[in-house]
């Protein structure tokens, strides 16, 4: 069974920064698998923030080019999500996203929450 566990949410100030973790264990090979990272703000869909394949290459939503970045450690089953230069806006639950292979399976977190006062 895969687990993915998200850490490094709170609440921070406009402007500030937060890094976010996630952590996965289970009958899986960590390395081969594309991992991203969602959030869902109040009131809204599921909404993708960042995404890194198995081979390091990213993907970031436009509203988060350049405050955020997304890293993995495949030696400690992790991936990071660093946010600078947070906004209200960005205030959400933030979940933890793996694409399994070679099933596809997909596998999420349980969620950290997100929150920047103004």
């Known amino acids: 069974q895969v687990q993915l566990v998200e850490s490094g949410g709170g609440l921070v100030q406009a402007g500030g920064s937060l890094r976010l973790s996630c952590a996965a264990s289970?009958?899986?090979?960590?390395?081969?698998?594309?991992m991203g990272w969602y959030r869902q703000g109040p009131g809204k869909q599921r909404e993708l923030v960042a995404r890194?394949?198995?081979?390091?290459?990213?993907t970031y939503a436009d509203s988060m080019k350049g405050r955020f970045t997304i890293s993995r450690d495949n030696a400690k089953n992790t991936v990071y999500l660093q946010m600078n230069n947070l906004k209200p806006e960005d205030t959400a639950v933030y979940y933890c996203?793996?694409?399994?292979?070679?099933?596809?399976?997909?596998?999420w977190g349980q969620g950290t929450q997100v929150t920047v006062s103004s």
């Open positions: 289970g009958r899986i090979f960590f390395s081969i698998n594309d």
């Open positions: 890194i394949t198995s081979g390091g290459t990213t």
């Open positions: 996203n793996m694409l399994a292979r070679p099933s596809r399976t997909n596998y």
